[in-house]
Structures are given as C-alpha cells and as structure tokens.
C-alpha cells in the first residue's frame, strides 16, 4: 500500500535536490559559526582536554 | 563561586577494555595470519579431515568481526569511557552499566567466535550475526548510551568537548545502522532471512557497511584522536574551528557514500552517481580532520622523535589521511571498474585497520598504561621496536597486495590481438599473485609479532606499577544545569552545551543520507524492473543456496557481472537488477579469489562440482579453493524447509498457497533427478539424493540461468 502512496508523491525527484540543498545549508551554517566565533571561546573549548586534572 | 566537589574516576572500566581490545587485536590477527597462509597452502583449510569450521569461508567473518567489533570496538570503548569522565568532569554514570556493558560486549564476542565458524551467519558483510545476537547487541548498546547519556547529563562542565559530539554521532548512527541492517524474519532458532531482497538488499547492506566503517573505525577514533592526541602532545588541538566543520560535515557526507560499493552492478545509475559524489567530497572533512591532528604537533616534533605514543599517533592520522584520500579515489568509477573485486580493496581496508585503528589503539594503550599504573612504560626501547615492526608490517602487508590487485585486474581485462581474454583460465590469474600473497603473510606476521611485544610490554608495565582504580578528581559544582548565553554568543554554544538537542541534530543530519538513497529504492517499484521469465528458487535450490551461505562461499565469489566487454566475454550476459529479486540475502559479494559464479548454472556437468567439491585441484589443476568432502557424506536436512518457504512467502516470494506442505516432497524428487543425472555422468556413490552435495549441485546449476529461459522461449 505505502508503495503507491510514495509513488503518488509529486516532485520525489526533488528529493535529492532538497538533500543537496540541506547539506549546503547545514555547512553554511557550520561554517559561518565556526568562522564567527570567539576566539576566547575557541582557546575554552581547545584547552578542555589539558584542563581535566 | 560555586561549591567545590570531590569524586573519582573510575580506571577499572578503562582497563577492562583496554585488555579485551588487546587480547581480542591479538586473536582477529592471528586468525588474519592463518586465512592469508590458507590462500597459499589450501591444505591448511583441514575441511579434508573434518575440521570444517576452519575452513577460509568460515573463518573469514570471524576474522573481520573480530577486529572490527572486538579489537577496535572495545578500543573505542576504553577511550570514551576514559576521556568522557575527564572532559565531563564527572565519574560514569553507574558502574553497574560499564560492567553490564563490558561484560555484554564480551559475550556479544564469544557468540559470534561460536556461530560464525559453526556456519551460522546471514552472510552479510559485518552484519553476519544471526538474530538471537543481533537482539544482544541492541540492549548492550541501549546499556552504553544510558550510561553515556547519564553521564553527560550529570556532567560537571557545561560545554561538551568536539570528542563527545563525535562519541553522540557514533552512538546514534550505529544505533539506526545496526537496527534497520538486522530487520529480518526467523525460520528457526539461530536462522533468518533478510526482509529486503536483491538490489534493495545489496544498497541497505553498503549503506550498512559503509558506515560501519564510518561510524564504528572512524568517527569514535577521530573523537580518542582530538582527546588523547591533544594529551600525549601537551598542547590543544590545532584550530578548534576546523573541528566543528569537519565534524558536521563528515557526519553528514559520510553517510551517502555506501554504494560506492555497488557501481557497475545492477545497482540504478542514480544511486550510483549519488555515492561517487558524496564520496569524492569526502576527502574535504576527512583531510580536515587529518590536518587539523598532524597540525597539532607544530612546533612539537622534536618529541615525536622521543615518544612511542606521539610515533604512533603521527603515524595513525597518516594513515587515515592516506586511507580516506584512497577512497574517494576508489569510488570513481573508472578506477573502481579496475579496483573493485581485487585485493586492491583488501590493501586499502588494512591500510585504516592496521594503520588508523590499530596504531591509534597501541599509542592511547602506551599513554594509558603508564598513568593508570603510575609507573613509567617499562621499555621505550619496546615499544619503539613495535613501533617500527609494526610499520614495516603495514607496508608489507599493503603494497604486495596493491600490486596483486593491479596485476589481477590486468590480467581480467587483457585481450589478445585476435579479440579472445589472454587469460581465459581465471586460474592462471590467481596463481601469478601468490607470490605476494605470501608477501602478505610476511607483513601481517611483523605486525602480529609487534602486537604481542606490545602486550608483553603493557604487562610488565602492569607488574611493575600500583593500579589507581579510582583517580580522585575535584570540581565545581554546576550551578543551575543550565548555560545562560550572555549577548552576542553564538547558537553553536548553546547546542554545545545540550547533549540531547546534539543528539537529535546528528540524527537528523545522518538520516537525511539515508532517507533518500533507500526510500525510493526499496517503496518505488519501477526502481527494479521485473522479468517475466526469473522464478522463484526450488526447494532444493534453496536448501544448497543456504549451503553455500553457510560456508560462506560469498567471501571468495562475487555473483555480479558487471556491463564490461572483459566480464560478459569471460562469464557471460551482464548481470539485472530484476534477475536477483528473490535473492534474500542478496550474495553479489565484494571479492573475486575465486571466478564470479553469477552465470555458472549449466556451464558444467553435474558431475564437475561433484567432484570438483571433493577436491578442487581434480578440475582445476592448482586451484587454492579449500576441498568440501563432507558435503558428500553430510546428510541433507530438510526439517527447516517449511518455514523457509513459509517465512519466504510472508516476505512476498510467490510460491504457492500451502507450499510448505510440499516443499520436502518437491526437494527430494529434484534431488532424486540431480542424483539420476550424477549417476548418467559416471558417478558411481550410494545415496547420493540425501546429501548435502545435490543441494548445493541444483543451486549451482540454476545460477543466472533464468533469462537463458527467457532468451530461448524468444527465439522459439
């Protein structure tokens, strides 16, 4: 039955388009925050694995 | 100023994993050293003198469960449990649950070294546990991540440190990948077929394979490489920046790259382009990753000289930066067409296993083992002889086989003036690599030895030295559980900071991947077309078809010819996706030692694999594929058959109504035909019909000879 209800999708060629798409965004936005971010922050999160004692 | 708290480490759980992945490294190796002296001597296969369950076929799973699931998987677990309390500031969450989940995972391990030499196994490349286990794995990782989870949750820093995104990503994706991988009907107690059949099956299992490399070799060890790398090193991680993109990008491209397996087979083209793409972006995060390691040793190399750990980590991201440039490369079609089906692929793998996961493994175990026991490493000198032989090991190993590949695949495609393979003998292309074959054992025996230096010296390090079961540790109390995010900070700080908000990002990012490769494959009909003439197996077929499974035929035979003039010359038309739609498992396989049987129905006489299955080397002078003598004497049983057929039919296989009740009958009287047929040809044995070598005759015998049907009723 949910064969044909997947068929009777419109535009399921879209599907690889829109993953496409997901993915730019999500790296964008990966990005932009990585590039974005403090640099203070950064030296917090870098220096965690130095600071466990 | 918040109230500061005292509490421990636990160390116990880190060194119970540390020893289960070393003694169990040190097993999966030896096991690797005997199936790579049985390709030279066959005779070591002892199936001649009863030893079945030491045959190659059967030992092969074993060998890559054993270092894929015990070797590194209790790897992986050893460096989160250790570095998770450091970077959370707190103890585990319940120790009752590290020892379920230790204990579990151990006995997760003894099945498989159990049923996979007993030949129960669903033949699906490192999914090849049955059901019963498969249930077993699931609570035992349900177990981990509670205990993960808790952990996190009851944490002393506010910010999750990038190795536990990676550890979230991990637990997760194998979590879906192992669920949705192990969907499949029982038809008795150890026994299952997979829900999917053919061409749906074969792009669920590489979406399943591949990211088992992906997120059971890779993604924990890049989180242990951004923890202890950082340590042995003294000094953070290069850019912290280029961790989290190549974090969010590699959890998201890894997981579409699967059916780089698959090109060229009947796999449709779409598909197939999907995973080439998304594998060639892979080299961007994975070099990342890579860079963002090495880079890190800036200004410090001076110690690399000094320091077994730090050689052995240099060499581990080397490694996997050598592995994951590979790779990508690999999944362009062109060289795959030369490159897949060889040891091509078999050098590759090692390259990351031996390289990537075994030198990381042995540099965290030198950095642990001297901490936890608070001594020094008891010899450097070792451990810098390991370092070395366990190098010279890879490189032995992996270059004699990057030439047998090359050589091999030459050999498939060369063609004499006059139009006809210059190798028609498959054979002939086989026995010119042995030579590095035996090269292989070389290598692989330096690295093995390497390895038991390696113990030898962790235990000395042991004896000499006073275990610290509980490190005591102090910090604040978190104040509220809560982040306030003062102005101007930024959104990713606040994901940092949610372990379950990280949880479900992840999954969503790796689902998309999966979501659109395998929905339209597996609910869209149009997607594999049908043809009229391709029924469903006998019976019989059926019984020898799980003969063949169980002695793990698909480990040395492709059954896929893929649309080159070299492969349909040499086996014949090229192989439909509508042709293996009651293939449940689909068996294409991912490596030809021996010739693809794909079209090998009625090449032979009957009585050819009847003796060709007594002693190989009878047909094919030199052959290396091991003698099945007892499937001449094993009597053939047919008491599972009806739910077979019954469990098939569920599935969609159209045998008819009530064929259950017929299914034995309908089996022996083929089996009285093929016997007949035995008997016709010379073969003189008593009670031929009752065993198992009549079954494994007619699945044979039917192999790819459906659309010959089709062919001659259209010519009539």
């Known amino acids: ?53 | 100023m918040s109230r500061i708290e005292q509490f421990q480490y636990d160390n116990r759980i880190t060194r119970a994993f540390g020893m289960a992945s070393f003694i169990w490294g040190s097993v999966g190796m030896l096991v690797g050293i005997i199936l790579a002296l049985q390709l030279i001597f066959p005779v070591l296969n002892a199936t001649s003198t009863g030893l079945e369950f030491l045959s190659f076929g059967r030992l092969r799973p074993l060998h890559t469960n054993a270092v894929i699931f015990a070797f590194v998987g209790n790897g992986i677990f050893m460096g989160v449990y250790y570095s998770l309390q450091r970077l959370l500031r707190a103890r585990m969450f319940s120790d009752r649950l590290s020892w379920i989940h230790f204990w579990g995972w151990q006995v997760v391990i003894l099945c498989a070294a159990y049923t996979l030499p007993m030949g129960i196994t669903t033949s699906s490349e490192y999914a090849e546990l049955e059901w019963p286990i498969d249930i077993l794995i699931t609570l035992v990782w349900v177990v981990f991540g509670i205990n993960m989870f808790g952990t996190i949750l009851k944490r002393r820093e506010d910010h999750l440190y990038v190795a536990i995104w990676f550890y979230i990503a991990t637990w997760v994706t194998v979590a879906i990948l192992h669920i949705v991988r192990s969907i499949e009907v029982p038809f008795s107690a150890f026994k299952s077929y997979t829900v999917f059949s053919g061409v749906q099956d074969a792009l669920l299992q590489w979406w399943y394979g591949h990211n088992a490399v992906a997120f059971f070799l890779t993604t924990p060890y890049l989180g242990m490489m951004y923890y202890f790398l950082p340590k042995a090193a003294n000094r953070p991680i290069y850019s912290y920046k280029l961790s989290i993109i190549h974090f969010w990008a590699l959890i998201f491209i890894y997981i579409w790259a699967g059916p780089h397996h698959l090109l060229y087979s009947s796999m449709p083209d779409w598909v197939q382009s999907l995973g080439t793409v998304f594998s060639i972006m892979l080299i961007a995060p994975s070099w990342g990753g890579m860079l963002n390691g090495l880079l890190t040793l800036r200004g410090a190399w001076d110690r690399v000289r000094q320091d077994p750990v730090l050689k052995f980590m240099v060499v581990a991201v080397t490694a996997y930066g050598m592995a994951t440039f590979e790779g990508p490369m690999l999944s362009i079609k062109s060289v795959n067409a030369i490159s897949h089906f060889t040891d091509w692929t078999i050098a590759h793998v090692h390259v990351g296993a031996l390289g990537w996961n075994g030198f990381l493994t042995f540099g965290v175990l030198y950095w642990l083992w001297p901490r936890m026991y608070r001594t020094e490493l008891y010899s450097v000198k070792l451990a810098n002889m390991h370092f070395w032989i366990g190098t010279l090991g890879i490189l032995f190993y992996a270059v004699p086989l990057y030439w047998a590949g090359w050589t091999q695949a030459m050999m498939w495609k060369q063609f004499t003036p006059e139009g006809t393979l210059a190798w028609g003998n498959f054979l002939d292309t086989v026995t010119q690599i042995i030579p590095m074959y035996a090269m292989r054992v070389f290598g692989g025996t330096l690295f093995f030895v390497g390895t038991l230096l390696g113990v030898y010296n962790l235990v000395k390090t042991g004896q000499k030295g006073n275990f610290l079961a509980n490190e005591d540790a102090e910090a604040p109390a978190r104040q509220s559980g809560k982040v306030v995010l003062a102005v101007g900070e930024h959104w990713h700080r606040w994901i940092e900071s949610r372990p379950i908000q990280m949880l479900l990002f992840s999954t969503i990012l790796i689902a998309i991947g999966g979501i659109v490769q395998i929905f339209p494959m597996v609910f869209i009909e149009s997607q594999v077309p049908k043809i009229a003439s391709v029924k469903p197996f006998t019976p019989l077929e059926l019984e020898g078809r799980d003969i063949y499974i169980r002695e793990g035929c698909v480990g040395c035979h492709s059954q896929q010819v893929r649309p080159f003039r070299s492969e349909t010359e040499r086996y014949g038309e090229y192989s439909k996706s509508g042709e293996h739609i009651y293939d449940r498992p689909f068996l294409w396989g991912s490596k030809r030692t021996g010739p693809d049987l794909a079209r090998v129905g009625g090449k032979y006489p009957d009585s050819w694999h009847y003796n060709h299955m007594l002693d190989p080397t009878t047909m094919s002078p030199g052959s290396i594929m091991p003698a099945y003598p007892a499937m001449l004497d094993n009597e053939l049983d047919l008491s599972d058959l009806p739910n077979k057929i019954y469990a098939l039919r569920k599935l969609g296989t159209p045998y008819p109504k009530d064929f259950e009740g017929k299914a034995i009958a309908d089996a022996k009287k083929q089996a009285n035909k093929v016997a007949e047929n035995l008997k016709s040809q010379g073969v003189k044995d008593e009670g031929m019909e009752n065993k198992e070598i009549i079954a494994i005759i007619a699945y044979m015998q039917r192999l790819g000879t459906d659309i010959k049907a089709q062919k001659s009723a259209t010519q009539k």
């Open chain 1, 1 to 53: 039955m949910y064969k044909y209800l997947l068929q009777s999708v419109e535009g399921i060629q879209w599907f690889g388009i829109t993953a496409l798409l997901i993915f730019f965004t999500a790296f964008c936005v990966a990005f932009l925050r990585a590039a974005l971010s403090s640099k203070d922050d950064m030296q917090h999160m870098a220096n965690l694995p130095l600071d466990d004692k």
